[in-house]
């Protein structure tokens, strides 16, 4: 009997590490639409050997001694089609408008290894795209995650920068975790959405991509190809698009373009950048800070570019989640030129 409750043990562990390797080893698909290159795609082939995919809407009438170059979230997020559409309109001020998928995303090229995603490596290309321009200046327009790389890149390049849009910015990091507490004032009338980043990646994830995101993170091995990565790096972004709108009528729809390991590496990078707050708190650029109603970041984070900028204008989007070209464009688009406008000659 013995015996037998042994063969027993021996066989359902065998069969459980078998579903568990088929489980964690066996590439999966999703159901993402395929990647699509716009018409107008242009490439920047930079010294910093990253081959970056860009789109170029240009100015009319005089055109402004400065460009916009607009930086997506994420990270390993990609400039959608919505939000060229909702930007647009400031070329008829002038500006030559630039946006680019990061190095890892949308149809910039990935990188043989991974550990090169990195904060400094998305700082270093932006400053050989503001090189490749060829104007003493640019005006940085940066969405999440892209506002951090906005505040970084100004902070290591400042003569570079004219102004500062930043869009329902993340954190400054290091992060301050105890910031997340602090309240917003009741005038503001500041909401959290109906769901949370949280609540969407748990949809998304399986046993598989939390594998891949341990050996990724832990070991820089790609578990799975960039293909499959990336498409659900894609189809997790929808799950957490949820959390990014005041009204989940208006979850904006899945597409592709998502870059798996360019997210979570540089992610991991960010955790480990040293503090720019200093500089910051040096930088006399005119900054515009932009707050979603129902923005899924706390209120104490965005309170803190506040008060690292001597020179901001903060303004809260009323009706308007994370995504502030989804609810509200038009009133997202007009609070900018204004901006823009006022900083003119400064």
């Not at 027993?8 to 395929?34: D, G, M, N, Q």
């Not at 748990?202 to 960039?226: C, G």
Request: hydrophobic share 40%; proline share 5%.
């Amino acid at each position: 009997m013995k015996r037998k409750i042994i063969l027993v043990t021996k066989y359902l562990c065998l069969s459980l590490a078998l579903v568990y390797a088929i489980t964690v080893f066996l590439p999966r698909k999703y159901e993402v639409p395929a990647i699509q290159e716009r018409a107008e795609t242009q490439y920047w082939d930079l010294a910093t050997g990253s081959r970056i995919a860009f789109f170029h809407i240009a100015a009319n009438g005089n055109r402004k001694p400065y460009p916009i170059i607009y930086l997506h979230g994420g990270p390993g997020g990609h400039v959608r089609d919505d939000l060229i559409r909702s930007l647009a309109p400031l070329s008829n001020d002038g500006y030559d408008i630039y946006f680019y998928d990061q190095v890892g995303s949308g149809m910039s090229s990935r990188l043989k290894d991974i550990t090169e995603y990195t904060v400094d490596r998305h700082i270093l290309d932006l400053n050989a795209i503001a090189t490749e321009l060829g104007t003493e200046k640019v005006i940085i327009l940066g969405q999440s995650w892209g506002a951090i790389l906005g505040t970084m890149y100004a902070a290591s390049f400042p003569g570079k920068v004219s102004r500062l849009v930043l869009s329902c910015p993340g954190p400054i990091f290091p992060l301050r975790a105890e910031l997340s507490q602090v309240p917003a004032p009741d005038s503001f009338h500041l909401r959290p959405p109906f769901y949370t980043n949280t609540q969407g990646n748990r949809m998304a994830n399986n046993f598989r991509t939390k594998a891949m995101n341990f050996f990724a993170i832990s070991f820089a091995w790609r578990l799975a190809s960039d293909e499959e990565a990336d498409a659900f790096a894609s189809f997790g972004a929808y799950a957490v698009n949820r959390s990014a709108v005041c009204d989940t009528a208006n979850i904006p729809a899945m597409d592709a373009g998502g870059g798996y390991y360019a997210g979570i590496r540089t992610y991991k990078s960010l955790m480990e950048v040293k503090d720019y707050r200093a500089k910051l708190k040096a930088l006399d650029i005119p900054v515009l800070i932009l707050k979603g109603q129902c923005d899924n970041q706390p209120w104490g984070y965005t309170y803190e570019y506040t008060q690292v900028f001597k020179n901001h204008e903060l303004k809260v989007i009323p009706s308007a989640g994370h995504f502030l070209w989804i609810e509200q464009p038009q009133r997202s688009y007009l609070t900018i030129r204004q901006f823009l406008v006022d900083t003119e000659a400064r």
